[in-house]
Structure formats: structure tokens, C-alpha cells
């Protein structure tokens, strides 16, 4: 389906797609190991649909879950070519006096010179504290600058009610703060914009730096099938709070639990809500990983038109059982103006089954529009006039 608007402007179209039946069948009640966590949320990000939710955009203390901004910082400083995995860091004297063995650890001195995998690493697997710091100085020089690149990418991201102040999420007053709808951007960002890094840095039980046994405190990897991260945190300020996730057969669901007064609750909800997200609810496939959804028109280009792409499976996610009424609109600001690159994020996919919210997924421009010269802005003209 094409859309033609005449002067730039939020466009909404239905894809005229309806599926299923009105609703017939109760929302699943979701797992008792819930109760009295305060803040809570999962989405499956195939669909962009929240299945649970409580306080999702409350502002709390992340604690170390701050730490997979850092890693998410470093993935897109890697994977444009600015820092290689193989890049030696110094420790600085006074950093190895203020963190060595402040919370969990390295056990960094000034006589080490971890890599950058190292670093990550220790972030990642063991929540390390001085290897956050580490990182942070030496790549952009201060804390403050690094923090600068922090928010600048939750920004980018819109992740709009977050602030970091710190590379590792140490007690500051309230100054670090994030939201679990912030966090699912994160989650969702690092995921499908550097996979290989994800796969490589998240999830990981055990690793060895030096001579010091780094172990994980996730809760679900391992004993979740298909869990595969993120990250948990703790302070006596913020509680026992959990950024995770998992996939099973292509469809991934994103969970975030903040403020849990004991680990062990946090623990059992953890894997109680994945669970229950994968067996209470199923998928119904609407479009392939780079399909095209729909065309959205192109002013000044060489086409007239491009094609709007997800980067995951998309499908719509109902309760297990239920066969429900699916509704899909597209939503962008056109016309869209070239140039455009591929993977340009350009609109966006909302998908309604009847009786729940709507969810939406991102839509990418699936080919590069170039500047149109003269020749083609006479011929898409007169192609316009007599479409």
C-alpha cells in the first residue's frame, strides 16, 4: 500500500488487515511472584506489546542495571569502528585506590592493562565496578564525558525520563535514574542494533580476568530456557532490580522488576514472568525480519517511493487459546524527504488485538533514495499529476 500525502504531516493508514474474532477469552492473570514488587513490566518486542505492567514509567534507582548503558555505549563506539575489542586500557592510581574492591570487582591496579574485552567483560558478567570506571576514563577521558555519551544515546534512544550520572550505577544522591520503559528501549536497542556484541558479552555465567573467578547473579540464564541476559543490580537504596530477557523459536520478550526488597522474590519473579509471557500468550506472524510492510512516498528522490522494513520478526501476541481481532496501521511523517539511507528509522508499525493495548514496532527505510536530479523530479511530477 502506497501513501501519497501532499505536504509533510504525520501519516496514519490501516493496512486493511483484520484477523480473527472480537475477543472471547479472559487476559491471563499473570504469576503470584509478582506481588509486592513494585515496579514491573514485560513486552514482547516482536509485536511491541506490554503483557505486564506496573509503575512502567516511574523513576527509580537502577543500581548496577546502569552498567548496560555503559556496555550499550561501548557496542556502538566498537561497532563504528572507534574502539577496537583488542584496545589496552591503563588504570589510573587514583582509580585503582578508590574502587579496588569497592562493591563487586576486577580487583583492577595500576599495574594492570586490561583490554576492552576484558573491560566489558567484567561489566557484563561480575557488575564490576572499577572496570566501568576504567572504561570510562580512559576511552572519553572523565566520568563526565563519558556520562555525556550515556545520556546522549538515551536520548537517541527516547528513552525521555532517564539521567545518568554515573558509568556504574555507585550510590550518587538520586542522580542516576531510569524508568523500566526506558530500560526496554535500551534492552530492545542493544539487541537488534549489535547482535554479535550482545551474544557475546551478555549472558555469560563465569569469566576469567587475571587471576580472579568473575561469576554472573542472573537469575534466569541457565535455568530460563532461552534466557540470555542482561543484568541485575543491587544497593540498599534501590532494592534488587533485573533487566532480563529470552528468546524461544524467533519471538523475544524484555522484562524489567525494580525495587525488590529480597533477591530471592526478584529471583522467582524473574523466571515466573518469562515463563508465563511465553506459555499464557503466543504469537501470530505477521511479517519477516526485513519484509516489506508498506511504501511511504519520497519527495526529491530518485524513487518515488520507499520500502518501510522491521529488523525483527513481527508478529501479534494474544492470549494462548484465543484467536482474536488484529489490527494493523502504519504511522509516519511524510513525505519523507531524501536522501535516505537503509536502515534509516522512518515510521512505525502499530499493531491492536482486540481488547489489548496496541503495541508498536520500529519501520526502516529497506533501501537507500538518493537526491533526484532534474530529470527525476520532472518525471515523478508528472507520474504525481496523473496518478
Known amino acids: 500500500m502506497k501513501f501519497f500525502p501532499k505536504s509533510a504531516r504525520f501519516i496514519t493508514s490501516a493496512l486493511a488487515i483484520a484477523l480473527g474474532v472480537p475477543a472471547n477469552a479472559a487476559i491471563p492473570t499473570p504469576p503470584a511472584e509478582l506481588q509486592g514488587i513494585p515496579v ?3 513486552v514482547d518486542i516482536g509485536s511491541g506489546q506490554v503483557l505486564v505492567q506496573n509503575h512502567p514509567d516511574i523513576p527509580f534507582l537502577p543500581a548496577s542495571v546502569t552498567k548496560v548503558m555503559t556496555a550499550f555505549v561501548a557496542f556502538e563506539e566498537i561497532d563504528a569502528g572507534r574502539l577496537p ?11 585503582a585506590r578508590e574502587w579496588f574492591a569497592k562493591g563487586t570487582s576486577m580487583y583492577l591496579t595500576e599495574k594492570d ?9 567484567g561489566i557484563m558478567t561480575a557488575s564490576a565496578n572499577d572496570g566501568a570506571i576504567v572504561l570510562a576514563q580512559g576511552y572519553a577521558g572523565s566520568i563526565p564525558a563519558w556520562t555525556a555519551k550515556m545520556n546522549d544515546a538515551a536520548r537517541r534512544l527516547g528513552m525521555s525520563r532517564s539521567h545518568y550520572n554515573t558509568p556504574n550505577g555507585w550510590m550518587d544522591e538520586g542522580h542516576t535514574y531510569v524508568t523500566a520503559s526506558d530500560l526496554v528501549r535500551l534492552a530492545d536497542a542493544m539487541i537488534t542494533r549489535h547482535p554479535a556484541l550482545y551474544r557475546e558479552f551478555s549472558g555469560v555465567k563465569h569469566y576469567m580476568w587475571r587471576d580472579v573467578a568473575m561469576r554472573s547473579h542472573d537469575p534466569t540464564v541457565g535455568v530460563v530456557p532461552g534466557a ?10 534501590a532494592g ?46 505477521l511479517f519477516d525480519q526485513g519484509q516489506p510492510v508498506a511504501q511511504a512516498e519520497v519527495q526529491g528522490g530518485t524513487d518515488r517511493s520507499v520500502p518501510l522494513v522491521a529488523n525483527r520478526e513481527v508478529h501479534a501476541t494474544q492470549p ?32 491492536k488485538v482486540d481488547g489489548l493495548a496496541p503495541g508498536r514496532v520500529p519501520l526502516y527505510a529497506g533501501r537507500d533514495v538518493a537526491v533526484g536530479g532534474p530529470l527525476d523530479r520532472l518525471w515523478n511530477g508528472l507520474i504525481s499529476l496523473f496518478a
Not at 85 to 95: A, C, G, I, K
Not at 113 to 121: C, N, R, S
Open 40 to 42: 514491573s513490566l514485560l
Open 85 to 95: 575489542l583488542d584496545r589496552r586500557f591503563s588504570v589510573r592510581p587514583e582509580t
Open 113 to 121: 592493562q586490561p583490554t576492552t574485552t576484558d573491560l566489558l567483560h
Open 228 to 237: 540470555d541476559g542482561i543484568k541485575t543490580g543491587y544497593t540498599r537504596e
Open 240 to 285: 534488587y532490580n533485573f533487566l532480563g530477557t529470552a528468546e524461544r523459536d524467533g519471538r523475544r520478550l524484555v522484562m524489567v522488576l525494580a525495587a525488590s526488597p529480597l533477591p530471592k522474590q526478584r529471583d522467582a519473579a524473574a523466571r515466573a514472568l518469562l515463563e508465563w509471557g511465553f506459555s499464557a500468550w503466543t504469537p501470530r506472524h
Open 320 to 351: 494462548t487459546g484465543d484467536n482474536r481481532k488484529v489490527t494493523l496501521a502504519v504511522h509516519y511523517k511524510g513525505p519523507l524527504v531524501a536522501p535516505i539511507r537503509k536502515g534509516d528509522e522512518v515510521g512505525s508499525l502499530e499493531i
